[in-house]
């Protein structure tokens, strides 16, 4: 259920981008006549990838948290759970250090549209 819920937040929140261009750096963002408004659908795409980037890194910092204190519960499965956490944790860092790299490229393409004189 969490992944389908996970799925739907980002297909609402990566509209207007072509995904299957995003490993070859060509994002693709409709262009219109005003470069100004294209900074801005940037930019906020940037804040928007900020935020979810900021989000799982939290939930990273969490989860270590989580798993630091299983480790030495009383529990006889505190450290099985608490690997579970940590492994956990790491897969919400990866995923921050993925978002990072489409922030990175939406930088980029920010650059490009600066540079490029108006219609």
Do not use: C, P
């Not at 299957?20 to 940037?42: C, M, W, Y």
């Not at 006889?76 to 690997?83: E, N, P, R, T, V």
């Amino acid at each position: 259920m969490k992944k389908i819920l996970y799925f739907s937040f980002f297909v609402l929140l990566f509209q207007g981008i072509d995904l299957s261009a995003q490993r070859s750096g060509a994002l693709k963002f409709s262009r219109s006549t005003n470069k100004e408004l294209d900074v801005e659908s940037i930019d906020s795409q940037i804040q928007s990838y900020e935020n979810l980037k900021e989000h799982y890194l939290n939930r990273a910092s969490r989860l270590r948290s989580r798993g630091d204190r299983l480790q030495f519960s009383s529990r006889d499965d505190g450290l099985i759970s608490a690997q579970k956490e940590w492994k956990l944790a790491d897969k919400y860092d990866r995923m921050a250090d993925q978002i990072q790299d489409e922030i990175d490229t939406l930088k980029e393409e920010r650059s490009e549209v600066e540079k490029r004189e108006s219609y």
